[in-house]
Protein backbone atom coordinates (compact mmCIF):
# COMPACT_ATOMS: atom_id res chain seq x y z
CA UNK A 1 0.00 0.00 0.00
CA UNK A 2 1.24 3.33 -0.50
CA UNK A 3 1.64 5.92 1.86
CA UNK A 4 -1.38 7.91 1.34
CA UNK A 5 -3.12 4.49 1.60
CA UNK A 6 -1.71 3.85 5.14
CA UNK A 7 -2.53 7.73 6.28
CA UNK A 8 -6.28 6.77 5.35
CA UNK A 9 -6.30 3.69 7.11
CA UNK A 10 -4.75 5.09 10.01
CA UNK A 11 -7.41 7.73 10.42
CA UNK A 12 -10.35 5.34 9.72
CA UNK A 13 -9.04 3.17 12.20
CA UNK A 14 -8.04 5.82 14.86
CA UNK A 15 -12.53 7.21 14.03
CA UNK A 16 -13.46 3.57 14.56
CA UNK A 17 -11.44 3.26 18.35
CA UNK A 18 -12.93 6.64 18.90
CA UNK A 19 -16.64 5.38 18.83
CA UNK A 20 -15.86 2.37 20.48
CA UNK A 21 -14.09 4.54 23.16
CA UNK A 22 -17.36 6.47 23.50
CA UNK A 23 -19.41 3.80 24.16
CA UNK A 24 -16.76 2.27 26.52
CA UNK A 25 -16.52 5.43 28.65
CA UNK A 26 -20.57 5.86 29.20
CA UNK A 27 -21.19 2.54 29.94
CA UNK A 28 -18.09 1.97 32.00
CA UNK A 29 -19.13 4.93 34.16
CA UNK A 30 -22.55 3.81 34.52
CA UNK A 31 -21.63 0.80 35.79
CA UNK A 32 -19.13 1.98 38.08
CA UNK A 33 -21.99 3.88 39.69
CA UNK A 34 -24.29 1.05 39.90
CA UNK A 35 -21.72 -1.05 41.57
CA UNK A 36 -21.00 2.47 44.18
CA UNK A 37 -17.13 2.15 43.38
CA UNK A 38 -15.18 4.77 45.02
CA UNK A 39 -13.56 7.61 42.34
CA UNK A 40 -10.41 6.41 42.85
CA UNK A 41 -10.77 2.80 42.31
CA UNK A 42 -13.45 3.77 38.93
CA UNK A 43 -10.44 5.25 37.46
CA UNK A 44 -8.04 3.22 38.36
CA UNK A 45 -9.31 -0.58 37.83
CA UNK A 46 -12.85 -0.14 36.03
CA UNK A 47 -11.91 2.69 33.42
CA UNK A 48 -8.49 1.94 33.45
CA UNK A 49 -9.18 -1.90 32.63
CA UNK A 50 -11.67 -0.90 29.70
CA UNK A 51 -9.56 1.80 28.16
CA UNK A 52 -6.44 -0.46 28.29
CA UNK A 53 -8.34 -3.18 25.84
CA UNK A 54 -6.75 -1.49 22.88
CA UNK A 55 -3.49 -1.81 24.23
CA UNK A 56 -4.58 -5.61 24.92
CA UNK A 57 -5.68 -6.09 21.39
CA UNK A 58 -2.74 -4.70 19.92
CA UNK A 59 -0.57 -7.21 21.58
CA UNK A 60 -2.83 -10.50 20.83
CA UNK A 61 -3.65 -9.66 17.24
CA UNK A 62 0.30 -8.52 17.14
CA UNK A 63 1.26 -11.81 18.20
CA UNK A 64 -1.60 -14.33 16.63
CA UNK A 65 -2.39 -12.73 13.36
CA UNK A 66 0.68 -10.99 12.49
CA UNK A 67 3.52 -13.11 14.24
CA UNK A 68 5.13 -10.03 15.48
CA UNK A 69 6.00 -9.12 19.51
CA UNK A 70 8.05 -6.24 18.84
CA UNK A 71 5.03 -4.38 17.73
CA UNK A 72 3.00 -4.91 20.48
CA UNK A 73 6.04 -3.62 23.09
CA UNK A 74 6.24 -0.43 21.04
CA UNK A 75 2.57 0.38 21.38
CA UNK A 76 2.44 -0.39 25.33
CA UNK A 77 5.38 1.55 25.90
CA UNK A 78 4.76 4.81 23.64
CA UNK A 79 1.06 4.56 24.43
CA UNK A 80 2.71 4.76 28.36
CA UNK A 81 4.48 7.73 27.44
CA UNK A 82 1.42 9.30 25.51
CA UNK A 83 -0.99 9.14 28.57
CA UNK A 84 1.87 10.17 30.55
CA UNK A 85 2.54 13.54 29.52
CA UNK A 86 -0.25 13.99 26.62
CA UNK A 87 -3.74 12.98 28.76
CA UNK A 88 -3.11 15.01 31.91
CA UNK A 89 -1.56 17.99 29.80
CA UNK A 90 -4.86 18.20 27.68
CA UNK A 91 -6.89 17.24 30.47
CA UNK A 92 -5.72 20.18 32.54
CA UNK A 93 -5.92 22.54 29.55
CA UNK A 94 -9.72 21.58 29.38
CA UNK A 95 -10.07 22.19 33.03
CA UNK A 96 -7.07 24.29 34.69
CA UNK A 97 -5.77 23.87 37.47
CA UNK A 98 -6.46 20.10 37.43
CA UNK A 99 -6.66 19.18 41.30
CA UNK A 100 -4.80 16.15 41.97
CA UNK A 101 -5.44 14.15 45.29
CA UNK A 102 -3.02 12.81 47.76
CA UNK A 103 -4.14 9.08 47.21
CA UNK A 104 -3.41 9.95 42.93
CA UNK A 105 0.11 10.93 43.98
CA UNK A 106 1.39 8.27 46.61
CA UNK A 107 -0.70 5.40 45.76
CA UNK A 108 -1.10 5.18 42.23
CA UNK A 109 1.84 7.04 40.46
CA UNK A 110 4.17 5.08 42.74
CA UNK A 111 2.84 1.88 42.64
CA UNK A 112 2.86 3.10 38.72
CA UNK A 113 6.22 4.01 39.04
CA UNK A 114 6.96 0.31 40.49
CA UNK A 115 5.10 -1.49 37.50
CA UNK A 116 8.03 0.28 35.23
CA UNK A 117 10.65 -1.59 37.32
CA UNK A 118 9.38 -4.67 37.37
CA UNK A 119 8.66 -5.49 33.41
CA UNK A 120 12.56 -3.72 33.11
CA UNK A 121 13.34 -6.31 35.32
CA UNK A 122 11.33 -8.59 33.50
CA UNK A 123 12.94 -7.83 30.39
CA UNK A 124 16.35 -7.98 32.16
CA UNK A 125 16.18 -11.79 33.47
CA UNK A 126 14.76 -12.38 29.90
CA UNK A 127 18.53 -11.58 28.75
CA UNK A 128 20.55 -12.81 31.34
CA UNK A 129 19.02 -16.30 31.14
CA UNK A 130 18.69 -16.13 27.23
CA UNK A 131 20.13 -19.75 26.04
CA UNK A 132 19.80 -18.60 22.02
CA UNK A 133 23.11 -16.51 22.09
CA UNK A 134 21.56 -13.51 19.89
CA UNK A 135 22.96 -10.74 21.30
CA UNK A 136 20.36 -7.61 22.36
CA UNK A 137 17.47 -9.70 22.58
CA UNK A 138 15.61 -10.78 26.13
CA UNK A 139 13.27 -14.02 25.65
CA UNK A 140 10.91 -14.34 27.68
CA UNK A 141 8.71 -17.39 28.23
CA UNK A 142 5.92 -18.24 30.53
CA UNK A 143 7.37 -18.20 34.17
CA UNK A 144 9.30 -14.86 33.51
CA UNK A 145 5.86 -13.49 32.22
CA UNK A 146 3.82 -14.46 35.87
CA UNK A 147 6.51 -12.11 37.74
CA UNK A 148 4.26 -8.74 36.24
CA UNK A 149 1.22 -10.42 36.91
CA UNK A 150 2.13 -11.25 40.39
CA UNK A 151 2.78 -7.89 40.83
CA UNK A 152 -0.61 -6.67 39.05
CA UNK A 153 -2.02 -9.26 41.59
CA UNK A 154 -0.76 -7.30 44.64
CA UNK A 155 -1.92 -3.85 42.98
CA UNK A 156 -5.51 -5.76 42.80
CA UNK A 157 -5.27 -6.90 46.68
CA UNK A 158 -4.75 -3.13 47.12
CA UNK A 159 -7.11 -1.51 45.40
CA UNK A 160 -9.81 -4.45 47.16
CA UNK A 161 -8.45 -3.35 50.83
CA UNK A 162 -9.33 0.32 50.08
CA UNK A 163 -12.79 -0.35 49.09
CA UNK A 164 -13.45 -2.72 51.62
CA UNK A 165 -15.34 -0.40 53.97
CA UNK A 166 -16.32 2.54 51.78
CA UNK A 167 -19.91 3.21 51.71
CA UNK A 168 -21.27 4.05 48.60
CA UNK A 169 -23.10 6.75 47.73
CA UNK A 170 -26.77 6.40 46.69
CA UNK A 171 -27.89 6.61 43.03
CA UNK A 172 -30.99 7.53 42.23
CA UNK A 173 -30.49 7.29 38.48
CA UNK A 174 -32.11 4.34 37.20
CA UNK A 175 -29.76 2.15 34.84
CA UNK A 176 -30.48 -0.68 32.47
CA UNK A 177 -27.48 -3.19 33.71
CA UNK A 178 -28.27 -5.57 30.51
CA UNK A 179 -27.99 -2.31 28.06
CA UNK A 180 -24.84 -1.11 29.64
CA UNK A 181 -23.19 -4.32 29.35
CA UNK A 182 -24.45 -4.13 25.74
CA UNK A 183 -22.98 -1.13 25.39
CA UNK A 184 -19.81 -1.78 26.67
CA UNK A 185 -19.38 -4.94 24.63
CA UNK A 186 -19.93 -3.35 21.57
CA UNK A 187 -17.57 -0.49 22.11
CA UNK A 188 -14.95 -3.51 22.69
CA UNK A 189 -15.74 -4.86 19.23
CA UNK A 190 -15.29 -1.62 17.74
CA UNK A 191 -11.94 -1.25 19.07
CA UNK A 192 -10.68 -4.66 18.39
CA UNK A 193 -11.54 -3.81 14.58
CA UNK A 194 -9.96 -0.07 14.54
CA UNK A 195 -6.72 -1.72 16.59
CA UNK A 196 -6.28 -4.20 13.34
CA UNK A 197 -6.37 -1.20 11.26
CA UNK A 198 -3.98 0.95 12.96
CA UNK A 199 -1.34 -2.54 13.02
CA UNK A 200 -1.95 -3.05 9.62
CA UNK A 201 -1.22 0.59 8.78
CA UNK A 202 1.85 0.27 11.61
CA UNK A 203 3.22 -2.85 9.38
CA UNK A 204 3.00 -1.31 6.27
CA UNK A 205 4.58 1.90 7.02
CA UNK A 206 7.61 -0.55 8.33
CA UNK A 207 7.97 -2.00 5.17
CA UNK A 208 7.75 1.34 2.88
CA UNK A 209 11.05 2.96 5.33
CA UNK A 210 12.35 0.01 6.22
CA UNK A 211 12.03 0.78 9.98
CA UNK A 212 11.48 -1.64 12.87
CA UNK A 213 7.83 -2.26 14.03
CA UNK A 214 8.49 -1.66 17.40
CA UNK A 215 8.97 2.52 16.22
CA UNK A 216 6.06 2.17 14.38
CA UNK A 217 3.93 0.44 17.24
CA UNK A 218 5.19 3.08 19.25
CA UNK A 219 3.95 6.13 17.32
CA UNK A 220 0.84 5.28 15.20
CA UNK A 221 -0.51 2.72 17.29
CA UNK A 222 -0.04 3.88 20.56
CA UNK A 223 -1.33 7.58 19.83
CA UNK A 224 -4.46 5.48 17.90
CA UNK A 225 -5.00 3.12 21.09
CA UNK A 226 -4.81 5.92 23.63
CA UNK A 227 -8.21 7.11 22.33
CA UNK A 228 -10.52 6.03 25.16
CA UNK A 229 -7.22 7.04 27.88
CA UNK A 230 -7.82 9.97 25.82
CA UNK A 231 -11.51 10.96 26.20
CA UNK A 232 -12.26 9.23 29.43
CA UNK A 233 -9.92 11.29 31.39
CA UNK A 234 -10.71 14.48 29.31
CA UNK A 235 -14.55 13.97 30.18
CA UNK A 236 -13.72 13.23 34.28
CA UNK A 237 -11.49 16.32 34.30
CA UNK A 238 -14.62 17.91 32.75
CA UNK A 239 -16.67 16.97 35.38
CA UNK A 240 -14.56 18.00 38.16
CA UNK A 241 -13.37 14.64 38.93
CA UNK A 242 -9.54 15.35 38.80
CA UNK A 243 -8.66 12.55 40.69
CA UNK A 244 -10.52 9.89 38.31
CA UNK A 245 -8.71 11.35 35.25
CA UNK A 246 -5.28 10.42 36.75
CA UNK A 247 -6.20 7.53 38.50
CA UNK A 248 -7.18 6.65 35.23
CA UNK A 249 -3.95 7.11 33.27
CA UNK A 250 -1.91 5.95 35.81
CA UNK A 251 -4.32 2.61 36.24
CA UNK A 252 -4.05 2.11 32.95
CA UNK A 253 -0.45 2.32 32.28
CA UNK A 254 -0.02 0.04 35.34
CA UNK A 255 -2.17 -2.66 33.63
CA UNK A 256 -0.76 -1.94 30.28
CA UNK A 257 2.53 -3.02 31.62
CA UNK A 258 1.95 -5.61 33.92
CA UNK A 259 -0.75 -7.36 32.08
CA UNK A 260 -0.92 -6.89 28.73
CA UNK A 261 2.62 -7.58 27.61
CA UNK A 262 2.67 -10.49 29.87
CA UNK A 263 -0.83 -12.13 28.07
CA UNK A 264 0.85 -12.16 24.67
CA UNK A 265 3.40 -14.23 26.29
CA UNK A 266 1.33 -16.31 27.83
CA UNK A 267 -0.43 -16.98 24.42
CA UNK A 268 2.69 -17.61 22.52
CA UNK A 269 5.00 -19.38 25.15
CA UNK A 270 7.79 -17.65 24.86
CA UNK A 271 8.81 -14.41 22.63
CA UNK A 272 11.73 -12.03 21.61
CA UNK A 273 11.99 -8.59 22.70
CA UNK A 274 14.71 -6.14 21.16
CA UNK A 275 15.99 -5.50 24.52
CA UNK A 276 18.46 -2.63 23.22
CA UNK A 277 15.17 -0.65 21.69
CA UNK A 278 13.20 -1.47 24.63
CA UNK A 279 15.27 -0.24 27.14
CA UNK A 280 15.76 3.38 25.97
CA UNK A 281 12.66 3.90 25.48
CA UNK A 282 11.98 2.07 29.00
CA UNK A 283 14.61 5.17 29.99
CA UNK A 284 12.56 7.87 28.18
CA UNK A 285 9.18 6.14 29.94
CA UNK A 286 10.47 6.52 33.73
CA UNK A 287 11.80 10.24 33.18
CA UNK A 288 8.01 11.43 31.81
CA UNK A 289 6.91 9.29 34.48
CA UNK A 290 9.75 11.31 37.27
CA UNK A 291 8.41 14.60 35.19
CA UNK A 292 4.55 14.35 35.53
CA UNK A 293 5.47 13.03 39.64
CA UNK A 294 7.30 16.23 40.61
CA UNK A 295 4.59 18.59 38.91
CA UNK A 296 1.75 16.56 40.69
CA UNK A 297 3.11 16.45 43.92
CA UNK A 298 4.52 20.24 44.27
CA UNK A 299 0.79 21.70 44.91
CA UNK A 300 -1.29 18.88 44.07
CA UNK A 301 -2.60 20.25 40.46
CA UNK A 302 -1.37 20.96 37.02
CA UNK A 303 -1.40 24.27 35.96
CA UNK A 304 -1.95 25.04 32.08
CA UNK A 305 1.51 26.47 31.84
CA UNK A 306 2.76 22.89 33.32
CA UNK A 307 0.12 20.98 30.67
CA UNK A 308 2.17 23.60 27.54
CA UNK A 309 5.22 22.07 29.57
CA UNK A 310 4.36 18.30 29.32
CA UNK A 311 2.68 18.52 25.92
CA UNK A 312 5.80 19.93 24.76
CA UNK A 313 8.07 17.24 26.11
CA UNK A 314 5.81 15.19 24.14
CA UNK A 315 6.49 17.07 20.99
CA UNK A 316 10.02 16.54 21.58
CA UNK A 317 9.96 12.94 21.94
CA UNK A 318 8.32 12.58 18.45
CA UNK A 319 10.83 14.38 17.17
CA UNK A 320 13.32 12.54 18.28
CA UNK A 321 11.98 9.12 17.14
CA UNK A 322 11.22 10.64 13.73
CA UNK A 323 14.42 12.01 13.68
CA UNK A 324 15.74 8.67 14.30
CA UNK A 325 13.20 6.40 11.64
CA UNK A 326 14.40 8.93 8.79
CA UNK A 327 17.97 8.18 9.34
CA UNK A 328 19.59 11.24 10.34
CA UNK A 329 20.61 10.67 13.99
CA UNK A 330 21.54 6.46 15.32
CA UNK A 331 21.09 7.17 19.09
CA UNK A 332 18.91 3.75 18.94
CA UNK A 333 20.54 0.64 18.37
CA UNK A 334 19.05 -1.52 15.25
CA UNK A 335 17.10 1.37 14.13
Not at 77 to 86: Q, T
Request: net charge negative; aromatic share 8%.
Amino acid sequence: MSVVTLLLLTVVATAIVWKGSELLDEASQRLALHYGLPAVVQGAVIVAIGSSFPEVTSVVLGVLLHGTFDLGVGTIVGSAIFNILVIPAVSAIGRSPLAVNRAVVYKEAQFYMLSIAVLLLTFSFGVIYNSSGSIGSSVIGRPLALIPLAVYGLYLFIQYQDISDYEPPISEESIEIRREWLRLVGGLVLIVVGVEGLIRAALGFGDIFGSPEFIWGLIIVAAGTSLPDAIMSVRAAARGAGEVSLSNVLGSNTFDLLVALPVGVLLVGTTTVNYDLAVPMMGVLTLATIVLFTIMRIKLQITRREAQFLLGCYGLFVAWVAVETLGYINTLPGV
